[in-house]
């Protein structure tokens, strides 16, 4: 799948304190500390993950 859509994100709050279920999630789409910014692949899965977490993401525009 080479021509799979990637979206960025990045963590802009931080985890702790958080359900250990959304500090998986997070930690499963690759974040692991503030303001990083990792590139994903578009896909349900990575979808559902960061719906279960948006108020800790952000996603990323290319500028």
Do not use: F, I, W
């Amino acid at each position: 799948m080479a021509d799979a859509k990637k979206m960025k994100v990045k963590l802009v709050r931080s985890m702790n304190g958080r359900l250990k279920n959304h500090q998986a999630c997070v930690r499963g789409l690759g974040l692991r500390r503030m303001h990083q910014v990792v590139e994903v692949e578009d896909t349900p899965s990575t979808r559902g993950m960061l719906n279960k977490v948006s108020y800790m993401v952000q996603l990323v525009e290319d500028a």
